[in-house]
């Protein structure tokens, strides 16, 4: 099956510099790759996702890159502010044959230092 | 519009007893899942269903029995509560995955004694 690997588990940032949280998967045929955020007391919440036919995916300060052949993904978020203080958790999916779920990754902890 | 929502938020049981978590969700979607979360392991799947009246096994389903009689509602049953069941446990629901978010409830704080 899928397996997901996320880094860093921490991550600590200065108000207004850049994050970058990697992800890398074990199956190549995934396809889908989403990430989620989730603040203290809520569920996951979908922020941005890429599909498998394209590389990069850009939503005002967030973005995600995708290298198929080192089967790799990274999220991206500038001028980074408090309330990106939060888990984010990335996934993935192969949706060939009528599977229908998806693999996260262990989650990193973002804090944001004003 | 409500989304997912997860009854009850917060349960404490001794360990050997039962209890039922429940999911509903309006959004008229096919797909719904359970998940756990425990620290550092991320969310990892237990069961899911893709349409009223089916169930499959996930990730890690032993202990845990699901029903998805109405499509609105996932029923997570716990038939005699283990203290490595202790979790916070997420319900979500979708349309199809590959095209469509997840979408998660709140969660359930679960504490086994």
């Known amino acids: 099956g899928e397996n997901v690997e996320q880094h860093p588990s921490t991550l600590s940032v200065q108000e207004g510099d850049s994050a970058v949280i990697k992800c890398t998967y074990s199956?190549?045929?995934?396809?889908?790759f989403p990430w989620y955020k989730q603040e203290l007391g809520k569920g996951p919440q979908l922020i941005i996702d890429i599909r498998s036919n394209v590389g990069e995916k850009k939503d005002q300060r967030i973005a995600v890159t995708l290298n198929k052949t080192a089967k790799h993904f990274s999220l991206h978020i500038t001028e980074t502010q408090p309330e990106d203080s939060a888990v984010y958790f990335c996934a993935a999916l192969n949706s060939l044959f009528g599977n229908e779920k998806l693999t996260f990754g262990t989650g990193t902890r973002l804090t944001i230092i004003p | 519009n409500a989304g997912v929502t997860q009854t009850p938020k917060f349960r404490v049981l001794k360990t050997g007893q039962s209890m039922t978590l429940l999911c509903a969700q309006d959004m008229n979607h096919e797909y719904m899942y359970w998940y756990r979360q425990d620290p550092g392991m991320g969310l990892r799947l237990i069961h899911y269903s893709v349409g009223e009246g089916t169930t499959a096994k996930g990730e890690v389903p032993d202990g845990y029995n699901v029903s998805r009689l109405k499509k609105q509602n996932f029923l997570l049953g716990l038939e005699s509560a283990a203290p490595s069941q202790t979790s916070v446990y997420f319900c979500?629901?979708?349309?199809?995955?590959?095209?469509?978010?997840?979408?998660f409830g709140d969660g359930t704080r679960l504490s086994i004694l």
């Open positions: 199956d190549s045929a995934s396809n889908y």
């Open positions: 979500a629901s979708s349309y199809h995955p590959q095209n469509q978010p997840q979408h």
